[in-house]
Structure formats: C-alpha cells, structure tokens
C-alpha cells in the first residue's frame, strides 16, 4: 500500500493530504494496531532535528515532558533560548467536537511564526464538523475519537494513543472537545494536555458547562465579569490546575451570544500566547504545584 492509502486510513476523510518534497530527509514509519478487534493503521514523517544546549541563567522546575518517559527535573535556561533559530519545534494535537475557532487561530499562529510549533494532527469526536472539514482543507489529518455508535470508526483509546506517538506529538490542546480525556491519555502525557474554558474557572465549569450554557449561567448569577481560562487536564472535568486566565466585563444588557463573541476574542489571544508558552519551554511550576508562565522579554518575570 502507497502512502496515500495509509494516510486514508489514519485520517476519517477519504482523501489524503498531499505529499510534499520535505527540505529535510524524512523517514516513514507505520504503526498498526495489535488489538485483533480494530484494524486502524497510523503513519507519520520525521524530519532529522538537533537541539542546541541551554544555557545557564537561573534553575526553575520546568515543563520539560513529552512523553511519559521524560519527567520533570530542575532545567536551567536563558531568554535567548526562546529565539535560539534550532529551538525544536514542537508537534502538537489539537482536540475539537465544533467549529474549531480555537484550533484555526493557534495553526494560523504557526504557520506566521507567533508560536514555536506545528499542529501535525485533529481528534474530532465529529467527522463533519467544522474544526475536522478546516483540517482536511489544510492537509491535516484528522482522527476519530471515541468509537461510538454514531461513530463507528472511531479509536479505541490505546489505538489513539498508539497513533499520536506515531505522530511524535509532544502536547495536546484541547479546543472545545466535549468529550472526557481517558486516564491512559492523561498518564501517557502527564502535565502536557492544555484545555480552554470560557468562564473564570472554578465558577461555572464542570460536567454539563460548555459553549452557550455558560454564558446564560453567567448572565443569569449576576456576575459583574466572566472571561477565558486555560487550565492542565487531569481526570475530570475543568479541575485541572489553572494556568493564564482573561478578564472581560458582563454587561447590564448582555445576552449570552454578546458575552460569547466577547470571551472568545480574548479565548483566540489567550491560547496563541499560552502554546507559545508551552512550545518554548516557559512554562514552570511553584513547589506547591501551581504552573507559572514566564515572560519572553525577561524571564525573571512572569506574563
């Protein structure tokens, strides 16, 4: 089988994404599925790399995993690492169950040079959906997830997981997916999967608070100000540690579709800023556990 049949395969549009002549040499490698009860095949291309040292300015408990075989540590590291040209792009996933509005904004800021990365692969819970047709439109391929009755070809989580190593993804963004990240998934990629709220979490989040109904729920409590949060993902629903967070003011006369326009024009910034982050290592945790985002401009700060 040619590679375009592969790459079908992997992706729930028929029509693979068109090959390029890579600047760099590419190697192949195929994954299938061991599992007698799916038949899924992943495919994925590697460009050779080199990762220039760090230098030594200040010693902060990084970010640093990838997969779960690296682990946090104490990592040194200079402002000019952040604008070091052989700084390794990162390969990133993005999750989305709509539009996509999010994902669109994040690969737009990859391609222009704002965030240090490449979106290499979708996850949609819905083939047709808008994130998903975005995707194959810019010869992303797109993965199913779950397998459900509507969705027959789905993954199961391992065949997911198994594919995104193929794909040597270093972090997933989650971008208005609906649906609940399976433990194997947030154990394989341990303080690495990024979701964005549309509220000042923790009030109004959790199961059941997504899209519209937040912003009505707002509205309706008589908050004075909602906004954006992005926060790590563990096990449940919006508890994950929070990460950055944007402000915007509820007013008197805001229906739900104002104050949805207005969050998420700061959610479009937010998520750019904090994968930028993330892409070139500021992310740093205190001894108590919470994450901290440095600033690029001085590194002795925080943004």
């Given at each position: 089988m040619d590679c375009r049949g592969l790459l079908s395969g992997l992706c729930s549009n028929s029509t693979a994404p068109a090959i390029k002549a890579p600047q760099n040499p590419l190697f192949l490698s195929l994954y299938r599925s061991s599992s007698s009860s799916s038949s899924c095949?992943?495919?994925?291309?590697?460009?050779?790399?080199?990762?220039?040292?760090?230098?030594?300015?200040?010693?902060?408990?990084?970010?640093?995993?990838?997969?779960?075989?690296e682990k946090l540590g104490n990592a040194v590291f200079d402002e000019e690492d952040y604008k070091n040209p052989e700084l390794q792009r990162k390969k990133l996933a993005v999750f989305v169950s709509g539009g996509g509005s999010n994902f669109k904004s994040i690969h737009q800021a990859c391609l222009q040079g704002s965030v240090h990365g490449d979106v290499v692969v979708l996850v949609t819970n819905k083939h047709d959906c808008g994130g998903a047709e975005y995707a194959r439109n810019k010869e992303i391929p797109v993965i199913l997830f779950p397998r459900t009755k509507d969705e027959p070809d789905g993954l199961s989580p391992s065949d997911l997981l198994s594919a995104l190593r193929e794909f040597d993804v270093d972090f997933i963004l989650l971008a208005g997916y609906l649906k609940l990240i399976p433990v194997e998934l947030i154990q394989a990629y341990p303080k690495c999967i990024l979701n964005i709220h549309p509220s000042l979490l923790p009030a109004f989040g959790g199961k059941g608070y997504y899209g519209m109904k937040v912003h009505k729920a707002v509205i309706a409590s008589g908050a004075r100000y909602s906004g954006a949060t992005i926060h790590f993902v563990d096990q449940h629903y919006d508890t994950g540690r929070i990460l950055a967070q944007r402000v915007v003011p509820v007013l008197a006369n805001d229906t739900a579709e104002e104050l949805a326009a207005r969050v998420l024009r700061e959610e479009h910034q937010l998520y750019v800023e904090v994968t930028a982050a993330l892409c070139e290592g500021r992310i740093i945790w205190r001894e108590d556990g919470v994450p901290l985002i440095l600033s690029r401009e001085n590194p002795n700060e925080y943004s």
């Open positions: 095949s992943a495919v994925c291309f590697k460009t050779l790399k080199s990762v220039s040292p760090t230098s030594v300015k200040a010693s902060f408990k990084r970010l640093g995993c990838v997969k779960s075989t």
